[in-house]
């Protein structure tokens, strides 16, 4: 069911939520071709490693009290104090990396942005450019509504094997294997190779190169943890038997994880009926 929240307060916390969570922004700009789409991240609010709520009332963040006396020094809990919403919140540049003049000029910013099973979309105004940690950074107003709707699961598609779609799996200080490409979503994928690779185990770090045809031959590199060990037998060949591995992204760098989104989007359209 869709919601809209006029509260500020509620855009603030799912902001924190997507920063802490290094959650992908899909940007667009109002006033312009809506179908172009930019990918940036939220960078950290300073001062603000959590928050909580006194009712409704106020939003806190982690630190040292500063006046033990204050009357709600006893309800506050320990390592919060009460803290202002920031007026603005600030993101990495933008990417492909012309959304940065872009930006700019552009009358509204439209940006979008999971959480759990929700999406969250929110419109705020281009501020300034400003540099934080000696790196570039674009500063945006806080705004005061946020559209929350449901999403019930991030899209996992299938990836056919003409595809011919392949991924390299290694861990640290072990040798790496390649395997096939069977599903892919925003937060991770499956694989599947011939032979047996007993050295990985649940829970397991590992980085991940996909690579093929679909990615017009720019690889995408990432890392992530493994989620799933399976086997599974080929209906072809009851004697032959692959090795199935599904692996959850934990570090995607925003242009990987917008190739990432587009792959997805392009598996997921159906394929028109000739008539």
Request: proline letters at 6%; charged letters at 15%.
């Given at each position: 069911m869709e919601e809209t929240r006029h509260d500020k307060k509620k855009v603030f916390e799912s902001l924190l939520k997507a920063q802490q969570e290094s959650t992908l922004l899909e940007i667009a700009f109002g006033g312009s071709d809506n179908s172009e789409r930019f990918g940036s991240r939220v960078l950290p609010f300073p001062g603000f490693e959590g928050v909580d709520r006194d009712g409704n009332k106020i939003i806190a963040g982690h630190g040292q009290k500063t006046d033990e006396t204050a009357d709600d020094a006893e309800t506050q809990p320990r390592g919060f104090v009460q803290k202002e919403i920031p007026a603005s919140f600030s993101i990495v540049p933008l990417e492909p990396t012309t959304g940065n003049i872009k930006i700019r000029k552009a009358p509204q910013v439209l940006i979008r942005y999971f959480i759990g099973l929700e999406s969250y979309e929110i419109a705020t105004t281009f501020q300034k450019v400003l540099m934080v940690d000696g790196s570039q950074a674009i500063q945006l107003a806080m705004p005061n509504q946020v559209r929350i709707l449901p999403r019930r699961?991030?899209?996992?598609?299938?990836?056919?094997?003409?595809?011919?779609?392949?991924?390299?799996?290694?861990?640290?200080?072990?040798?790496?294997?390649?395997?096939?490409?069977?599903?892919?979503?925003?937060?991770?994928?499956?694989?599947?190779?011939?032979?047996?690779?007993?050295?990985?185990?649940?829970?397991?770090?590992?980085?991940?190169?996909?690579?093929?045809?679909?990615?017009?031959?720019?690889?995408?590199?990432?890392?992530?943890?493994?989620?799933?060990?399976?086997?599974?037998?080929?209906?072809?060949?009851?004697?032959?038997?692959?090795?199935?591995?599904?692996?959850?992204?934990?570090?995607?760098?925003?242009?990987?994880?917008?190739?990432?989104d587009r792959m997805v989007r392009e598996l997921s359209k159906k394929p028109k009926k000739s008539r």
């Open positions: 699961q991030q899209t996992r598609v299938a990836v056919p094997p003409q595809a011919n779609m392949k991924v390299t799996v290694q861990k640290r200080g072990s040798t790496g294997f390649d395997a096939h490409l069977i599903d892919l979503s925003p937060g991770g994928l499956s694989c599947a190779c011939q032979e047996p690779h007993g050295l990985l185990e649940i829970g397991d770090k590992v980085g991940v190169i996909i690579q093929g045809p679909l990615l017009q031959g720019t690889p995408v590199s990432t890392f992530g943890s493994v989620c799933r060990i399976a086997r599974a037998r080929d209906e072809n060949n009851l004697q032959q038997a692959s090795q199935q591995f599904g692996i959850q992204f934990k570090l995607v760098s925003v242009a990987d994880a917008m190739t990432i």
